[in-house]
């Protein structure tokens, strides 16, 4: 815990910390002409977002510019967002033929909202389509299923996932699955299961994206050696920050880049900040006071408790409770990532409506300043596309390419 300081002794202490350099590049919100014009004219692409719990109420409108969370049409155009990935996620607890059920009844939700917004929304599954999308002018929707629970152990239903437009899995969420380890769960199966190597190479086959966010360090060992295409890790920082074991070693970056893949960079302060992490371990019960608060005003309601989680965990961060994170936390990751695996392995994946967003990153508008804060810390407009989305669809175009290779062999 600590209190609140006035922000010239914060930047000092971030000084300390990250380098002033970083810091001073930073610090002002004003985004320079040159950054803008870069920005609007780069592909942004962010590979997770949990606005899909939102959809399924069946009165949220994604085209209506909203007061609360971060995602809709309005504030993905005023904050130049080109490419979203919707995570299709129910809790690792929910198995069977009901956790199958629930994911196709949220891929169903996500391209009902592209569906009643043919002029702002286009469904993607390849790179190519992206790039059309961009050029008219549309958003691109992808989705992403975030846990391999949702398959129920049965190819087929990956398979049908794929074929609805799903085109990365994670392989597991916060708990174990039947056949792979989570990072927060106690380790079963030592990584992953001889069925669970079946499953990452029929995602090959089929050019579904390996998504290793999540997973523990052995199944990111076990998938990086089966995959034949590169693999993501669709929202996770740095671990050498902030040291959680969500977020990767500088050595599974430099390994996931070795292997052609990328990291994107997750917005939630407690996969950012150490001080975040700390404070939060230190006083556990902060996060059970904001757990049974959330489960009174929403119950079951997932798009409601991810909101509620975001809005509590802030009014602990005012009372001065838990620290403050600001979004030049972000810039900080990614820097780090950047020196460690290259600028050709690092991109965005927020997290937004599904976690706590820092201070000045509240929502889909605020984009623009990554790339600002890119440029100032001497990055060339080059790295800051690749940053941007370059690197996210060079990915998907190289798991397209391994796809259609695999698919000409004939099956073992
Ligand atoms: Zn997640």
């Not at 975030?146 to 609805?164: C, P, Q, T």
């Not at 990584?191 to 669970?196: E, K, P, Q, Y």
């Not at 360090?217 to 920050?241: G, N, Q, V, W």
């Not at 969500?246 to 994107?264: F, P």
Request: glycine fraction near 8%.
């Amino acid at each position: 815990m600590r209190i609140e300081m006035p922000r010239s002794l914060l930047t000092t202490a971030l000084c300390v910390s990250a380098g002033c350099l970083l810091a001073a590049a930073v610090k002002s919100d004003a985004i320079s002409a040159r950054a803008k014009k870069l920005h609007f004219s780069s592909i942004v692409v962010d590979t997770h977002d949990d606005t899909t719990q939102r959809f399924l109420d069946g009165k949220f409108d994604i085209g209506g510019r909203h007061s609360d969370g971060s995602i809709d049409v309005p504030r993905m155009r005023e904050g130049g967002l080109d490419a979203i990935f919707f995570s299709i996620w129910i809790p690792s607890k929910i198995t069977g033929q009901e956790a199958v059920n629930r994911a196709l009844t949220q891929i169903d939700a996500v391209r009902e909202q592209v569906r009643t917004h043919p002029k702002d929304l286009a469904l993607c599954t390849t790179a190519a389509e992206v790039g059309t999308a961009y050029k008219q002018g549309k958003i691109a929707a992808l989705m992403g299923v975030e846990g391999g629970h949702m398959i129920n152990s049965d190819l087929d239903v990956l398979r049908k996932f794929a074929s609805l437009g799903v085109r990365y899995m994670t392989l597991t969420h916060s708990g174990n699955d039947e056949w792979a380890d989570s990072s927060t769960g106690k380790p079963t199966h030592n990584g992953l299961t001889d069925f669970g190597k079946d499953v990452i190479r029929e995602m090959n086959r089929l050019g579904v994206i390996v998504d290793i966010s999540h997973v523990s360090d052995k199944t990111f060992y076990d998938a990086l050696e089966i995959s034949k295409a590169p693999m993501i890790a669709s929202h996770s920082s740095c671990r050498a920050i902030c040291d959680v074991p969500r977020n990767m070693t500088d050595q599974m970056m430099k390994d996931l880049a070795a292997n052609g893949g990328v990291v994107q960079i997750n917005y939630h302060v407690g996969f950012l900040s150490q001080e975040f992490r700390n404070a939060e371990k230190a006083n556990p019960e902060i996060n059970k006071a904001i757990a049974e608060e959330v489960q009174r005003r929403c119950g079951d309601n997932e798009a409601c408790q991810l909101l509620e989680g975001d809005r509590l965990t802030r009014e602990y961060v005012e009372q001065g409770k838990l620290p403050r994170v600001g979004w030049t936390k972000i810039i900080e990751h990614i820097d780090h990532a950047v020196k460690v695996s290259g600028v050709d392995h690092v991109g965005l994946g927020s997290d937004f409506d599904g976690a706590n967003m820092p201070y000045g990153m509240e929502d889909a508008t605020k984009l623009p300043k990554i790339s600002d804060a890119l440029l100032k810390s001497g990055y060339s407009e080059g790295d800051v596309k690749k940053i941007l989305g370059e690197n996210t669809l060079r990915v998907m175009a190289e798991v397209e390419r391994v796809s259609r290779e695999l698919s000409r062999q004939p099956q073992k």
